[in-house]
């Protein structure tokens, strides 16, 4: 079912969604700017790597995005390993958190689309 245009917050709502999506570039950019510092820095940058998908993982599902918050939650999930290895991450690991970045990313455009779609834009 369409959403009810003359609901004001049925309104507020789609508009807070819309800027969390808009948002969605400056969100990834960070895991991509904490995951190279990790690269120039090592694992003193985990916490803040691990900090960054958190707040993805929840403010996903706050705003309606699920699969924003489950790859989210996955990508801190492998920074959590990481922590616990405490060593510095091998290159294998770093590919992975590259493609837990990517998987990100995809969700964020998979959301925008299927948002944009459901307003018919």
Same mark, same amino acid.
């Given at each position: 079912?369409?959403?009810?245009?003359?609901?004001?917050?049925?309104?507020?709502?789609?508009?807070?969604?819309?800027?969390?999506?808009?948002?969605?570039?400056?969100?990834?950019?960070?895991?991509?700017?904490?995951?190279?510092? *990790?690269? !120039?820095?090592?694992?003193? #940058?985990?916490?803040d790597?691990?900090? =960054?998908?958190?707040?993805?993982?929840? $403010?996903? @599902?706050?705003?309606?995005?699920?699969?924003?918050?489950a790859?989210?939650?996955?990508?801190?999930?492998?920074?959590?390993?990481?922590?616990?290895?405490?060593?510095?991450?091998?290159?294998?690991?770093?590919a992975? *958190?590259? !493609?837990?970045?990517?998987? #990100?990313?995809?969700?964020?455009?998979? =959301?925008?689309?299927?948002?944009?779609? $459901?307003? @018919?834009?």
């Amino acid at each position: 079912m369409p959403p009810d245009s003359s609901d004001p917050l049925a309104q507020q709502l789609r508009q807070l969604r819309r800027e969390y999506l808009r948002d969605s570039i400056s969100r990834v950019e960070e895991l991509r700017r904490l995951r190279s510092r *990790l690269a !120039q820095e090592g694992p003193v #940058v985990l916490p803040d790597l691990r900090q =960054a998908f958190h707040r993805l993982a929840g $403010s996903g @599902g706050s705003y309606g995005f699920p699969d924003v918050s489950a790859r989210s939650r996955d990508g801190e999930h492998l920074v959590v390993n990481l922590q616990s290895a405490g060593t510095n991450p091998s290159a294998a690991d770093m590919a992975s *958190l590259d !493609q837990a970045i990517e998987s #990100v990313a995809g969700a964020f455009a998979d =959301a925008a689309r299927t948002f944009d779609s $459901s307003l @018919g834009s």
